[in-house]
């Protein structure tokens, strides 16, 4: 979901090319970071045996804030819980970041842009992550999170916002 303070106008008005044409949007990563990180494995020993699948519970949010310097900083947070019917096997919380500049960027495009596209950027680096954490937390396999698609999420979440608004 997008925070209020993506600023309205931002400095990504289309510019012009020296034949008078739109310039590409571009969109540049100028960082990416772990925020927030937590991992739990409760039961270990016991739940590193996988006898059967475990049931998986995941959660996935993106959010986005402008900053006064016109650069964008952007979280994709996923939420990983894994049970059989022994118990809960591990938990993981991962706030994936980035820090992103956008130009010649419409205004129309910018909150798709870092609520779909961005988030699309940073997926497989926090997948990653999790699979690491996962493989080193003593499950084998390592749990890869299936890919994520953003762009019907986006709508979705937009979709929620119009009903509740419409509620209100």
Do not use: H, W
């Amino acid at each position: 979901m997008a925070d209020d303070s993506i600023p309205a106008e931002n400095g990504t008005a289309p510019a012009t090319d020296a034949q008078g044409g739109p310039l590409p949007a571009n969109m540049q990563v100028l960082a990416q970071f772990i925020r927030d990180f937590s991992f739990e494995n409760p039961r270990a020993p016991n739940s590193l045996r996988m006898d059967q699948r475990p049931e998986i519970d995941m959660g996935v949010e993106m959010n986005a804030k402008g900053r006064p310097d016109g650069l964008f900083e952007v979280d994709l947070k996923l939420s990983v819980k894994a049970s059989n019917p022994e118990g809960p096997m591990f938990a993981i919380e991962l706030v994936y970041g980035g820090l992103f500049q956008l130009a010649n960027v419409p205004q129309a495009a910018i909150e798709p842009t870092l609520l779909v596209e961005c988030p699309r950027y940073l997926f497989p680096f926090a997948r990653r992550i999790i699979a690491d954490a996962t493989s080193d937390g003593g499950f084998f396999p390592p749990f890869f999170v299936e890919p994520i698609d953003f762009a019907a999420l986006y709508m979705q979440q937009k979709g929620q916002i119009g009903e509740t608004a419409g509620q209100a």
